[in-house]
């Protein structure tokens, strides 16, 4: 499936996406037109940037994964 194709499921989610550059970015997605793409990326402190991608910049965009348990978190010993 085509990046094209999976945006509309997107918005609004966070994504990674890669730029035909071999760069890559990520945040979240909130919109798209015709043209451009716009992410809401994170830059420090509690700083945010709503940044805007041209369509023929990017290679693919796709959704984060789910977290799985992290199973080396401290639990106290069993006596």
Request: proline share 6%; aromatic share 16%; charged share 10%.
């Amino acid at each position: 499936m085509s990046w094209q194709q999976k945006i509309g499921h997107l918005f609004g989610q966070p994504v990674g996406v890669s730029f035909t550059d071999g760069q890559g970015t990520s945040g979240v997605l909130c919109s798209a037109d015709g043209n451009q793409i716009y992410i809401m990326e994170y830059l420090y402190q509690s700083q945010f940037a709503l940044k805007h991608y041209d369509y023929r910049m990017i290679q693919d965009i796709n959704s984060f994964p789910h977290c799985q348990p992290h199973h080396n978190h401290y639990q106290p010993p069993l006596y």
